[in-house]
């Protein structure tokens, strides 16, 4: 079990670019999970997904945009990159709920991908 | 609605002495509570979850967390400070239905050990 894996670790985009942040997982959970973490502000959500094909806007989601065609990938695109962009993204998944029955809650994390635009 | 507080962003404990990192939470429906750790350049890992079950909850490396519905609090501790305990540390919420599941975190402590 590789649990959630995030490509790629780091990155430099200039203002403007355009990238796509992979997260993929092998849990067969149905929560997927995007996001942010800045200095001393904790971790902010930006998208989520509670199974393929179902995605919605989190806390920040302003200047992303998510898929979920499958359960195991939940990739995040930044469109036209800012500095106020620069962060660290972290992808999560968990079991959630399903059929009306909660599976579980506890939010398994990815490794993060550090990301800096200038 | 939920939301939590930690008191404290920064906190320093001698090595083997007692480690207190605080935790408030507002919620509206009844919560679930967790506690995470974030080592340097890594992602979180779960220490440990509250879910209705045993108010008193233990965790991995040592720790625990008491949950008191009275003074909404979920503050974790550890009875002896190890090195290896220092890292950040992060204190999040849930509701337990439909709609109501998002994790909400706190803005973190970090935990700094004295030699």
């Known amino acids: 079990n590789a649990g959630v894996t995030q490509t790629p670790k780091f990155r430099i985009l200039k203002i403007g670019q355009s990238m796509t942040l992979q997260c993929a997982q092998d849990m067969n959970h149905n929560y997927m999970y995007w996001y942010r973490q800045d200095p001393g502000m904790g971790l902010k959500l930006i998208y989520y997904?509670?199974?393929?094909?179902?995605?919605d806007k989190g806390e920040v989601p302003n200047g992303y945009n998510v898929s979920r065609s499958t359960t195991e990938d939940f990739p995040l695109r930044l469109e036209l990159a800012a500095p106020s962009q620069t962060s660290v993204y972290f992808c999560a998944s968990s079991g959630g709920i399903a059929g009306g029955r909660s599976l579980d809650y506890e939010q398994y994390f990815g490794p993060g991908t550090r990301l800096t635009v200038t | 609605a939920q939301s939590v507080t930690q008191l404290g962003s920064h906190v320093s404990v001698s090595e083997g002495a007692l480690v207190l990192l605080r935790c408030n939470y507002s919620s509206s429906v009844p919560p679930y509570l967790f506690w995470y750790v974030q080592y340097p350049n890594q992602g979180l890992q779960l220490l440990l979850k509250y879910t209705s079950a045993a108010t008193l909850v233990k965790g991995i490396n040592g720790f625990e967390a008491e949950f008191k519905k009275s003074e909404t609090s979920f503050h974790l501790t550890k009875p002896s400070a190890h090195m290896s305990d220092a890292a950040e540390y992060f204190c999040?919420?849930?509701?337990?239905?439909?709609?109501?599941?998002?994790?909400?975190f706190g803005t973190g402590t970090r935990l700094t050990i004295i030699p």
């Open positions: 997904s509670v199974g393929a094909g179902i995605t």
């Open positions: 999040a919420v849930t509701g337990r239905d439909f709609g109501n599941e998002k994790l909400t």
